[in-house]
């Protein structure tokens, strides 16, 4: 299994001295090679991720996505997620990254004050968008850059950054005024009630919900138990084993065609959670229906 590693971004990425400050827009080529990893990050600025090659896996909060290279994804500042990157065929992981902070999507809305009055579509924890042409050209341009060897200048980064932000404002109106909200609207229960839910059926531990929800492990299950009156694990194990059953009943699947749907990573743990909570095995309970 791979070891889940911790970063806070850009400044992570950025190789600056520490205790200084990221630049309020940083356009980094990111690659890597070799097998699937997993991270938890922090967000310190708002984010555009353009995936060049492989695949990338997003918890958020309240919702999951799987990223491939025909999209890109936009995040906000000041959340927690958790990101499992997994490498193409030929072994290699390749993306470009935007980072921004509130600033200077402060200042973009004060000088283009249309965008704030486009109608907002209904509030996400993240937003994924299909690439065009003119995203496809407009990633070349920058990888083109990179190639050549050449660091892009704060100047630079920033008309190459307005320039994006024009474009999504025109071609999806409306999406832009959610990183003013995103992470900030919901409270403490709804925080926990979306991370919960939208990821009741992944495998995913106690302490790493905790850690989307930017919480310590000892409050997350103080706040879990007031909201569901009962103890994380408890109530997860009862939700997916009353799923469990229901997909058996049905007769038309088997426990090794479930156990993966519903959280859990191998067949032996599924079967002995099975039988831990409706005291027969899985087997032997669709004999019985």
């Known amino acids: 299994m791979n070891r889940t590693k911790e970063f806070y971004l850009p400044v992570d990425l950025n190789f600056q001295p520490s205790g200084i400050d990221a630049p309020e827009v940083s356009i980094i080529n990111y690659n890597s090679e070799g097998a ?11 984010l555009f991720s353009f995936l060049l090659e492989g695949e990338k896996a997003v918890q958020y909060s309240g919702k999951y996505a799987r990223i491939n290279p025909h999209q890109f994804l936009l995040l906000s500042a000041g959340n927690y997620l958790m990101s499992e990157k997994t490498a193409s065929e030929a072994g290699h992981y390749r993306s470009i990254l935007i980072f921004f902070d509130n600033k200077v999507l402060a200042d973009f809305f004060i000088k283009n004050p249309r965008v704030l009055s486009s109608p907002s579509a209904s509030e996400d924890a993240f937003l994924v968008f299909e690439k065009d042409a003119f995203l496809l050209n407009y990633i070349e341009s920058l990888s083109h850059i990179i190639a050549a060897g050449n660091s892009l200048s704060p100047a630079i980064q920033n008309i190459k950054l307005e320039e994006l ?12 005024q959610k990183l003013c909200t995103f992470g900030h609207s919901a409270g403490d229960d709804d925080i926990i009630r979306q991370a919960v839910t939208a990821n009741l059926y992944h495998p995913i531990t106690v302490e790493e919900l905790a850690f989307l929800c930017n919480v310590s492990l000892s409050t997350f299950k103080r706040r879990f138990a007031k909201i569901y009156g009962t103890s994380p694990n408890k109530w997860l194990l009862k939700q997916r084993m009353e799923k469990a059953a229901y997909l058996l009943k049905q007769g038309e699947y088997k426990a090794s065609e479930i156990y993966f749907e519903l959280g859990y990573e191998n067949l032996s743990s599924f079967i002995q959670s099975f039988k831990q909570v409706h005291g027969i095995t899985p087997k032997q309970y669709q004999s019985l229906n």
């Open 165 to 176: 932000l024009h474009y999504l404002c025109d071609k999806h109106p409306g999406q832009l």
């Open 36 to 46: 699937s990893a997993n991270n938890r990050i922090k967000l310190g600025q708002n």
